[in-house]
């Protein structure tokens, strides 16, 4: 399984070794040349969004990566990659990717601004999370599921290829939100 790391900016070598770990292969996306290597999944790291989307822009990876997003390429985006793909983000500005009808609310969690960790429930599961400057998603349109919920705010969500956290999987050793977004992989590769 081959693994795209959008490597402009933000916290990804975190995600390449957890990914690694559970034997996915892992590639750093910088320039368009990049983009000819086979992709199996996608992953959008934390960081800044209104950086990275400008950088998606300036590098030209934009509208080939949402093209690809748009054919079904698992994403997995994380904070400020939950941001990339928001359908509509309330407080900040256009969206960047919009290929996930999810409105999101921009360093909003909760009462605390900054980073706090805490534990939740994901897919059923209780993890470790970690949110740093993080994002919510305040509403949902149809077809999402919602995976996670953290006093009563939307912190994780799938539709159809796409996958998103507000909190950071990667900077735990917890390495269930990484498996979930394989399993989207591996679903997409037997259909
Ligand atoms: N606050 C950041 C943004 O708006 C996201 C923070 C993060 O990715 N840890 O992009």
């Not at 009462?111 to 897919?123: C, E, I, V, W």
Request: proline share 5%; net charge negative.
């Amino acid at each position: 399984m081959k693994v795209g790391m959008l490597a402009l900016q933000g916290a990804f070598t975190e995600h390449e070794d957890m990914l690694s770990r559970l034997g996915a292969e892992c590639f750093e996306i910088r320039r368009k040349q990049d983009l000819t290597r086979p992709m199996d999944g996608l992953v959008l790291p934390g960081g800044e969004s209104t950086v990275m989307g400008k950088l998606l822009r300036e590098l030209e990876l934009f509208q080939p990566l949402k093209e690809k997003i748009l054919e079904g390429l698992p994403a997995f985006g994380t904070c400020a990659g939950l941001l990339l793909l928001a359908e509509t983000i309330e407080n900040g500005g256009s969206p960047c990717f919009g290929t996930m009808p999810i409105t999101a609310v921009r360093n909003a969690y909760g009462r605390q601004l900054g980073s706090f960790q805490t534990q939740g429930a994901f897919d059923g599961r209780e993890i470790p999370m970690t949110f740093i400057r993080a994002p919510y998603v305040k509403s949902v349109g149809a077809g999402v599921e919602i995976l996670s919920e953290t006093d009563g705010r939307i912190t994780a969500a799938r539709w159809r290829n796409q996958l998103v956290t507000a909190f950071h999987p990667e900077l735990t050793k917890e390495a269930a939100v990484h498996q979930y977004f394989l399993a989207i992989i591996s679903e997409g590769m037997k259909s």
